[in-house]
């Protein structure tokens, strides 16, 4: 049996005892009394240490919210419904009138160009922490940077021999 199953057990003994024994005044009232007081204070305690942890959570989960109505609601209340300038409600394009269709497609190659330069950024994030500390890293995470390393590498020289990178 476990210490908790025996405390457990000896609780419900204790609650079993009633109050006063036709005696007087004996040491199982006593220690009934303290056990209970003892558990409610534990209770209590408990109960303190968990609010303690989650009150900031709590208090995150109910201001968020209201930061965000507040600062969606407040131009509604303050902005004005009717706008005098035709000027203001027209689009702007480099100080000319806009011409031609916003709807145009894309080449295909302008996707490919712009993932070709998101990917050295993402280098950057899983190189950072390498680089700041290379004393703490351990062999392992060593050597898997270096395949990190090597894959990129061989994606690289891929997309070169490819000529994913060149312009026609």
């Known amino acids: 049996m476990t210490s908790s199953r025996w405390i457990g057990s000896i609780e419900l003994w204790l609650d079993s005892i009633p109050e006063k024994l036709e005696v007087g005044e004996s ?63 027209s689009a702007y394009e480099c100080g000319s009138d806009p011409s031609g269709d916003a709807r145009s497609r894309f080449d295909i190659r302008f996707y490919l160009v712009s993932i070709l330069f998101i990917i050295p950024d993402l280098e950057v994030t899983f190189f950072f922490p390498w680089a700041v500390s290379p004393n703490k890293i351990d062999p392992f995470g060593s050597w898997s940077m270096m395949a990190f390393l090597l894959i990129l590498t061989i994606g690289s020289l891929y997309e070169w021999k490819r000529g994913a990178s060149d312009r026609e």
């Open 27 to 89: 040491t199982f009232s006593v220690c009934r009394s303290a056990s209970k007081e003892h558990r409610e204070q534990s209770e209590r305690s408990k109960w303190a240490v968990v609010m303690s942890e989650f009150a900031p959570i709590c208090i995150y989960l109910v201001i968020s919210p209201l930061v965000s109505l507040i600062s969606l609601g407040l131009p509604f209340l303050f902005a004005s419904n009717s706008s005098t300038y035709p000027e203001k409600l």
